[in-house]
């Protein structure tokens, strides 16, 4: 095994908006989000049985989450919010970037995937973190799978 964090640590897809992520051999996962320009962008959060999106339905797990402008020259902003399967960013230059972290135990029963999505148009990264079983980045799966 590689000493590398990727495989080790977590494993990513970077063009994840959308996109059924697979929390099964994960402890839970972070959305980075930005878009540009203080424009604002709304993403919504669910969860489905597969990569199909059986069963696909809104999570409301999300009480807090952390924005900035994305550009390394300010720190985080905690925000919270009564939970919600939504997240609101501003039309402000310090909430460019956003990040929700959603734990693998938030998921309803028989549930193991994740998606967010951008009404925007907002880029979503997904990191999947405290990975069950450790490999080399090659030998990752697909986190979609």
Known sequence: MSSKA??????????????????REAGGIAFLCYLGGAAGDTYTL???????????QNLAAVTEYWTNTGNATDAWTRRTQAAAATVVTAAAATQNAMVVEVEG??????????????????????VTRDLMTQRAAASLPAMGA
């Open 6 to 23: 990727l495989g080790r640590l977590f494993n990513t897809t970077p063009a994840a908006d959308g996109v059924w992520i697979n929390l």
């Open 46 to 56: 669910q969860e489905a049985k597969d990569s199909s999106g059986t069963g696909a």
């Open 105 to 126: 135990t938030q998921l309803s029963d028989t549930y193991k995937y994740v998606k967010l999505t951008s009404t925007g148009a907002g880029t979503v990264n997904a």
